[in-house]
C-alpha cells in the first residue's frame, strides 16, 4: 500500500467501488440474464473500474476487482439460503472473476488518465 494512501481511504474506495459495481447485478436483471453474457455486462465493469482509478487513491489491484465484490457476495448467499437458485456457482465464480479482470483493466486505464491529466495540467501551469 502507498504511504499516502490511509487504511480508512483504502476502505472507503473499497465500499465504494463494490456500491458502484453493484450495479452489474442490475443490469443482469434487467437483461433476464444471471449470470449473463450480454456486452452491456461486459462493459460496465471497464466503466465502473475507469471511475474508481481514476477518483481513488488505493492500489488499482485492490479497487479495480473490489468493483465485482458484491456479485459472489450474492453467490454465496444464494447457496446458503438454497431454493431454485443458481445451481452452476463454480461456473458464475470463474464468470465473475473475468468480469473483475476487466474491472482490473478499467481500473489501470483510469489512474493512468489521472495520472497523465495531472502531469498535463502541471506542465501547464508551468
Do not use: Q
Not at 43 to 51: E, I, Q, R
Not at 52 to 61: E, L, Q, S, T
Not at 103 to 121: E, F, I, T
Amino acid at each position: 500500500m502507498s504511504p499516502h494512501v490511509t487504511t480508512r481511504r483504502l476502505w472507503a474506495d473499497v465500499v465504494i467501488a463494490a456500491i458502484l459495481g453493484s450495479g452489474e447485478l442490475v443490469l443482469m436483471n434487467l437483461s433476464d440474464t444471471y449470470p449473463g453474457a450480454g456486452p452491456l455486462e461486459f462493459v460496465y465493469p471497464f466503466v465502473a473500474g475507469l471511475v474508481i482509478g481514476a477518483v481513488g487513491r488505493g492500489p488499482v489491484w485492490i479497487v479495480g476487482p473490489a468493483t465485482m465484490l458484491v456479485l459472489p457476495v450474492g453467490v454465496f448467499v444464494g447457496a446458503v439460503k438454497g431454493g431454485t437458485g443458481l445451481n452452476l456457482w463454480p461456473i458464475a465464480l470463474v464468470y465473475y472473476g473475468i468480469l473483475a479482470a476487466i474491472a482490473l483493466g478499467g481500473a489501470a486505464v483510469g489512474r493512468w488518465m489521472a495520472r497523465r491529466w495531472k502531469n498535463r495540467s502541471v506542465e501547464d501551469d508551468a
